[in-house]
């Protein structure tokens, strides 16, 4: 997508300096900044504490760690040793160990000094299809959206409600939920979306951030304000992103997402998850009894970053001195109340037999 009318990735590979880039995302939509990687730590950091962020990104992000670190120490061990470092970087998102596995038992055949050209291959291998899977979810999404288009009156926008950020930022390009909004626009069909602050890290304001440089209609709003907005019409559907979904069809994603499946199903609207399928988990069953739930650090409830009045940027403590801060990351929307999951090979049933149709192969 463009910032500034220039097309980025989130990451990409400058092959002119032989290094890797990121949109480095603490800064945003503050401030735009490109970070560049260069060691295995460095990339471990970048996950961990969010420089990049989304499970499609991460994924991509750990294969060209892995690709950066065989330039140097093509080894066996050392091929164990930073699918182990970077595996730990965050727990949740399932794209992590998906990708780490996938360049693994790539790799691990292959004679030392052919790994590192093989590695750079495969990373840009996984970055390129993520970008046409999630160019294919949005037009399957966008499908929805004309069927919700037509039956309102001519000229009135199809109203969505979104939370977090499942955009281009969270992904190589397109997004996973924004997808379908990016293809709407271009063709053509008016809508307006509203964007869940998503506290505590405020991740709407990416997606709000995104719309707004893409010329969509869109108005930021507090994470309560969905119920009241579902409940008085003003919302025709949600979509959604997940960072791991099971092999039944639970959703889990950014904390907050389990409530807005609620009041969408109390007030009778649909409600999608966009899914990539690397994100799902074919050994888990039970999203609420089997996926770990990563617990970050207090100080992003007790504190907010942004913009001061002389333009910089900063933290401000928002809760009481000596108030400590619970920060749960992720919660688990149960399948039973998801309309469908927007997949790149089409909208499923959140259920096993749905999942397994989409995706025999895998299923099995």
Known sequence: MKVNGTPYRSIWYDTGAGE?????????????????????????????????????LIGATAAYGVADDMARDPSDANLDETWSVLNATRPTAINLRWALDRCRNALRPLRPEARAE?????????????????????????????????????????????HCNAGWLATVDWGTATSPMYHAAEAGIPIHVWVDETRPRNQGALTAWELGSHGISHDYVTDNAGGHLMQRGQVDMVIVGTDRTTATGDVCNKIGTYLKALAAKDNGVPFYVALPSPTIDWTVRDGVREIPIEDRPEREVTHV????????????????????????????????????????????????AGLAAMFPDKAA
């Open 20 to 56: 890797v880039r990121i949109i480095d995302q603490r800064w945003l939509p503050h401030d735009f900044r490109i970070a560049t990687l260069r060691t295995r730590d460095e990339f471990a950091v970048a996950i961990r504490d969010m420089w990049v962020r989304g499970a499609p």
């Open 118 to 162: 093989a590695a750079m291959r495969l990373a840009h291998e996984i970055a390129d299809e993520d970008v046409e899977i999630n160019r294919r979810i949005g037009l399957n999404g966008l499908s929805i959206i004309r069927e919700i288009a037509a039956r309102k009156p001519e000229g009135e926008p199809v109203r969505i409600l979104t």
């Open 305 to 352: 970053q942004g913009t001061g009045e002389d333009g910089s940027i900063g933290w401000v403590r928002v809760a009481p001195e000596g108030s400590p801060g619970a920060n749960p990351a992720f919660d688990v929307t149960p399948a039973r109340l998801v309309t469908g999951l927007i997949t790149e090979m089409g909208v499923a049933e959140a259920s096993e």
